[in-house]
């Protein structure tokens, strides 16, 4: 079945550092989807990237969909402890089923 | 701002048992779905739902769980005969059209759900 991959599965930063998480599926997808959930929270909708290489930015975040819309990353600039929790991309390989990657869990240390 | 609510917010029973757990998905939304997270680990596909019947499911739905939305509000998830690997964060969402569409998934805030 379709797989989504997230690396890295933790990342350790220091405030005001940059920080990057990375997203690979195994099968070509027709959108992706970025989540973030707090400790001890429910995901939260970040945003859909649809097109193939379309670049969204929010604020501090950019994020990226691959040419090949099988691969997508989120980029945060100079983050900050309220950045703290874990990401996720998710896809849909069609239908109405969502494959969501294993996330990366972000530390920010003040 | 219009929220997806669930109940009980935690819930324990004993292996075997049958639970059943709440959602009331945002007023307009016409998808609705289910998802669970044990805990530490990433967010499962269990089910969507829409015009009243499922629209697709994974391999973990069986035939222990139903889904039902039994009147204009509410949309459940019944778990027949708990089993211990059923541990585990809830989620319900919803959303105004399918996700294959630029549309947004709304989770709720999930039930904790403990088999002992």
């Known amino acids: 079945g379709q797989q989504v991959m997230q690396i890295p599965q933790y990342q350790h930063v220091q405030e005001g550092e940059d920080f990057t998480t990375y997203c690979n599926s195994s099968?070509?997808?027709?959108?992706i989807q970025w989540y973030k959930q707090r400790p001890g929270g429910h995901p939260v909708f970040l945003i859909q990237?649809?097109?193939?290489?379309e670049v969204k930015k929010q604020k501090r975040l950019t994020f990226q969909f691959g040419e090949a819309k099988k691969n997508s990353s989120l980029h945060i600039t100079a983050t900050q402890t309220t950045d703290v929790g874990t990401y996720f991309c998710?896809?849909?390989?069609?239908?109405?089923?969502?494959?969501f990657g294993a996330g990366t869990r972000l530390f920010v240390k003040a | 701002e219009p929220e997806v609510t669930q109940t009980p917010s935690h819930q324990v029973t004993q292996m075997g048992q049958e639970v059943i757990l709440r959602c009331v998905p945002i007023?307009?939304?016409?998808?609705f779905y289910w998802y669970r997270q044990i805990l530490g680990q990433k967010v499962e596909f269990l089910v969507s739902?829409?015009?009243?019947?499922?629209?697709?499911k994974s391999e973990i739905f069986d035939d222990q769980f139903s889904v039902e939305r039994p009147d204009g509000s509410n949309f459940t998830l019944k778990i027949r005969s708990t089993k211990l690997e059923d541990s585990a964060m809830y989620f319900c969402?919803?959303?105004?059209?399918?996700?294959?569409?630029?549309?947004?998934?709304?989770f709720g805030p999930g039930t904790r759900l403990t088999v002992l």
């Open positions: 998710a896809g849909p390989p069609g239908g109405f089923k969502t494959i």
């Open positions: 739902f829409y015009n009243n019947e499922i629209s697709e």
């Open positions: 099968t070509t997808l027709s959108n």
């Open positions: 990237l649809v097109k193939s290489g």
């Open positions: 969402a919803s959303s105004l059209r399918r996700q294959g569409g630029t549309d947004t998934q709304y």
């Open positions: 007023s307009n939304h016409l998808y």
